[in-house]
């Protein structure tokens, strides 16, 4: 079974704080995705890689940068925590047209 | 108009009912097209996919896609209280750049015992 793995469940940051949350797929796959997912909104695409140290913005990728050093690890970086940043973050990896999900951070920006 | 449009319901059945969930789309290129089902606090997972268009079964559940109408569906038979979940849709183009995904907000669903 593909598996994604999220750093953390729960995080509780306060503004301004620069904010990392990572995320490692075990299946090699070479697309890899962060999302978030907020109430009325579903989930909105901020960043994603198709390749070590490339990757391309989504459709809200403002306040976000992402790293891929490697090819199982892509980390969604806050550089400056806000509270409109307070959401669940959901990264995924994909083969072909399937994405797999890890179990998702609730990140709450105080 | 949003490419993918899915209705957040909630929707709510008694146990053993036949769900239907849809999903319309307006991208004719969209060729693959899945459902995911979210438990609260987790992430998606994958629970059907379709290529192109026609009908696909597994167990208690069947997609459908209809591509003249631009319009799929997941149907859940004997339905289950652990059924209980939202379900998204998502597609994709095919070949070239199919890295995107385009998803529906998602229908809650509760089926009662």
């Known amino acids: 079974d593909v598996k994604v793995t999220q750093s953390s469940r729960y995080l509780v940051k306060r503004t301004g704080e620069k904010v990392f949350l990572e995320c490692v797929q075990d299946?090699?796959?070479?697309?890899m995705f962060w999302y978030r997912q907020d109430p009325g909104l579903g989930l909105r695409l901020i960043y994603f890689s198709y390749d070590v140290k490339m990757k391309e913005k989504g459709d809200i990728p403002e306040g976000y940068s992402v790293s891929r050093e490697k090819k199982e690890r892509f980390s969604l970086i806050l550089e400056s925590a806000s509270t409109n940043q307070t959401s669940m973050y959901l990264c995924?990896?994909?083969?072909?047209?399937?994405?797999?999900f890890g179990q998702g951070t609730r990140l709450t920006v105080v | 108009q949003k490419e993918v449009e899915q209705d957040p319901g909630p929707l709510s059945v008694p146990e053993g009912a036949i769900v239907s969930l849809n999903c319309t789309y307006s991208?004719?290129?969209?060729?693959?097209f899945m459902w995911y089902r979210q438990y609260s606090r987790k992430g998606p997972e994958l629970l059907m996919y379709?290529?192109s268009s026609g009908n696909k079964e597994d167990g208690r559940f069947t997609a459908q896609v209809d591509k003249s109408s631009k319009y799929i569906s997941l149907f859940i038979r004997d339905s289950q209280p652990s059924d209980s979940a939202t379900y998204l849709c998502?597609?994709?183009?095919?070949?070239?750049?199919?890295?995107?995904?385009?998803w529906g907000l998602g229908t809650s669903l509760a089926v009662n015992p």
């Open positions: 995924a990896s994909r083969y072909r047209a399937e994405a797999f």
């Open positions: 299946m090699d796959h070479e697309n």
């Open positions: 998502a597609m994709s183009v095919q070949g070239g750049n199919n890295r995107k995904l385009i």
């Open positions: 991208n004719s290129a969209f060729q693959y």
């Open positions: 379709t290529y």
